[in-house]
């Protein structure tokens, strides 16, 4: 069983920034070769997209509500998936949670949550007004 663990979440305030980071917590597998998208789900709300990111970093997409202040990104020499925060509002308060495709090499459609196959527990992030 594949587990990814997130980290970097916290209380910013409004128009501040966090940058969220995500691996495996198994070090005998390697997310380098799996498209890894961000998704956040705040309380009593459904899991919303935020970004995509293929296996080799060539190809992106965002969810509207984060498109020019958001940017995902990975170093696949590290095992490690990203994403930068920026201009954060309070609307952006959920957990967010990492997620890997469930095929490798391959580039899901973004925004279903059925195309990934794990996800870590999520990271808490805070926005105040």
């Known amino acids: 069983q594949v587990q990814l663990v997130e980290s970097g979440g916290g209380l910013v305030q409004a128009g501040g920034s966090l940058r969220l980071s995500c691996a495996a917590s198994l070090r005998t597998f390697s997310i380098s070769n799996y498209a890894m998208g961000w998704f956040r789900q705040a309380p009593g709300k459904e899991r919303e997209f935020v970004a995509a990111i293929s296996w080799s970093g060539g190809t992106t997409s965002y969810g509207d509500p984060v498109k020019g202040r958001f940017t995902i990104s990975r170093d696949n020499a590290k095992d490690t998936v990203f994403l930068q925060m920026n201009s954060l509002t309070p609307e952006a308060t959920s957990v967010y949670h990492c997620?890997?495709?469930?095929?490798?090499?391959?580039?899901?459609?973004?925004?279903?949550?059925?195309?990934?196959?794990?996800w870590g527990p999520g990271t808490q992030v805070t926005v105040s007004s």
């Open positions: 997620m890997l495709d469930v095929t490798w090499r391959s580039w899901p459609e973004p925004a279903a949550v059925g195309e990934y196959a794990f």
